[in-house]
Nanobody, 124 residues
Framework: QVQLVESGGGLVQAGGSLRLSCVASGRTASSAAMGWFRQAPGKEREFVAGINYNGIRTYYSDSVKGRFTISRDTAKNTAYLQMNSLKPEDTAVYYC?????????????????WGQGTQVTVSS
């Protein structure tokens, strides 16, 4: 599996921006697809964005498309989630994920490594 450590969460006003970072380590970190999920209070975990092992392919949920950008620095084994035009409904704990057996995946069940989560709070 891949070990993941997130950072960058915080409190921001609606319309503002935040950037989350996720450092991956482990034998398969460089070849794993990565992504972000989030979970708001009282709601199920929701897929946010994904990126393949080399950063060329990205995919997003409809709720964040056009506002969030996922990227990856392969030299640093670090994934980023740039969040712009934040809304109160984006408030959630954001989790970095990795699919250690997949260089690319569109199946959310393939993500087998999870970070500890970082809180993002958007005030209105």
């Amino acid at each position: 599996q891949v070990q993941l450590v997130e950072s960058g969460g915080g409190l921001v006003q609606a319309g503002g921006s935040l950037r989350l970072s996720c450092v991956a380590s482990g034998r398969t970190a460089s070849s794993a697809a990565m992504g972000w999920f989030r979970q708001a209070p009282g709601k199920e975990r929701e897929f946010v964005a994904g990126i393949n092992y080399n950063g060329i392919r990205t995919y997003y949920s409809d709720s964040v498309k056009g506002r969030f950008t996922i990227s990856r620095d392969t030299a640093k084994n670090t994934a980023y989630l740039q969040m712009n035009s934040l809304k109160p409904e984006d408030t959630a704990v954001y989790y970095c994920v990795a699919a250690s057996g997949y260089s690319t995946t569109y199946n959310w069940n393939n993500y087998d490594s999870w970070g500890q989560g970082t809180q993002v709070t958007v005030s209105s």
